[in-house]
């Protein structure tokens, strides 16, 4: 089975500052991983996945994520905080990309981003 | 393109009544759906896997006979909560995908509030 580990359920930075979103993962195969943005009473928004190749990916709105095999880490970054990053981040991983499931998503439990003057 | 549609948006139901929850694909085929269900502040559970024409995969813990899922074309799967009671209230989420492994996308969710 496959989890993941959100470090922070809340990140505050400045605007203009570095974001960084930690996400850890458990997966026994290799794992799809994703990064998905929801505002208040909405849906998810993907923002960025991992599959194969490059291991640094470039999502929207600035955002990017690097998968680390090594520290089964896939943190998400952003160079600049724009006060319309506030929201809710979580990370994802499918781990069941070869039996046919890797759209089945396990969600870490969200690290509410907030952006400050 | 791509686009997920929940109906409604939100809800507002009286305990021991019934409320179904829609989920569409509007500019593709989704030959599955998948239904999560988030606390306040909290993550998103899976509750179910829903393919089209057959019975749909619940997780474990979650009643499946509480949390009717039908999913009888490629782009309408229903959740029907059934005898709605005040802890079923919670945001649902759907999300579709055209087949495994590609990309699922979500749905807006929806508010179900049971007074």
């Known amino acids: 089975a496959q989890s993941v580990t959100q470090l922070g359920s809340h990140v505050s930075v400045s605007e203009g500052a570095l974001v960084l979103l930690r996400c850890n993962y458990s997966?026994?195969?290799?794992?799809?991983l994703f990064w998905y943005v929801q505002y208040p009473n909405q849906g998810l928004q993907l923002l960025l996945k991992y599959t194969t190749g490059a291991t640094l990916v470039k999502g929207i709105n600035g955002f990017e994520a690097e998968f680390k095999k090594s520290e089964t880490s896939f943190h998400l970054t952003k160079p600049s905080a724009h006060m319309s990053d506030a929201a809710e981040y979580f990370c994802a991983v499918s781990a069941e990309v070869l039996t046919g499931g890797g759209n089945k998503l396990t969600f870490g439990t969200g690290t509410q981003l907030k952006v400050e003057l | 393109g791509a686009v997920v549609s929940q109906h409604p948006s939100w809800v507002i139901c009286k305990s021991g009544t019934s409320v179904k929850i829609e989920c569409r694909s509007l500019?593709?085929?989704?030959?599955?759906m998948f239904w999560y269900r988030q606390f306040p502040k909290k993550s998103l559970m899976l509750m179910a896997t829903s393919n089209e024409g057959s019975k749909a995969t619940y997780e474990q813990g979650v009643e499946k006979d509480k949390f009717l899922i039908n999913h009888a074309s490629l782009t309408l799967s229903t959740l029907t909560v059934t005898s709605a009671h005040p802890e079923d209230s919670s945001f649902y989420i759907c999300?579709?995908?055209?087949?495994?492994?590609?990309?699922?996308?979500f749905g807006q969710g929806t508010r179900l509030t049971v007074v």
């Open positions: 999300s579709a995908s055209q087949t495994a492994n590609t990309e699922a996308f």
């Open positions: 500019d593709f085929q989704a030959t599955t």
């Open positions: 997966s026994s195969v290799p794992p799809y």
